[in-house]
């Protein structure tokens, strides 16, 4: 099987890695700077470092403006979506943006909490249970939902 990387962009977001060896799950890698979270860039160039150039393909939620968000909490998740497609990038591994009500309309979770996903996460890979186990974990459910989504569409172009 192919290697798929699922990525829910944001500081509190995750990744997903989907192989044969199973399901790896990183958050999103950060440092404190002047008592604030920030993206951790050479974090996440060392967890998606490994597959670069060869056999991987990641999935990365596409994202945008959300009404009611201030000016700054923006511009901070700009600046992590930005270091994310440009990691990928840079480390040539191919990558397709999904909007949100693509990847969840195949779970049937359109206009559902955020729990839900990870629901749906733990009944397509109870083996990940542990990694799942938190509300907070949201994040990484996300993340290996895109990535399976993207398997699934490899394999019926197959």
Not at 35 to 55: E, N, S, V, W
Request: overall charge positive.
């Amino acid at each position: 099987m192919k290697t798929y990387i699922g990525i829910d962009p944001g500081v509190s977001g995750a990744i997903a890695i989907l192989s044969d060896s199973g399901v790896t799950f990183h958050d999103m890698p950060t440092l404190e700077v002047k008592k604030k979270q920030t993206l951790d860039y050479a974090g996440l160039a060392a967890i998606l470092r490994p597959f670069a150039g060869g056999g991987a393909f990641a999935a990365v939620e596409l994202v945008g403006a959300m009404p009611g968000q201030g000016v700054s909490s923006m511009f901070k998740f700009g600046q992590t979506y930005g270091a994310v497609l440009g990691t990928l990038a840079s480390l040539e591994i191919p990558y397709e943006l999904i909007a949100p009500p693509v990847w969840k309309r195949a779970y049937r979770l359109v206009g559902c909490e955020k729990d839900e996903s990870r629901a749906a996460a733990l009944r397509l890979f109870s083996q990940c249970a542990a990694d799942l186990k938190l509300k907070k974990h949201h994040g990484r459910a996300d993340a290996l939902l895109m990535a399976e989504y993207l398997r699934r569409q490899e394999a019926r172009s197959a």
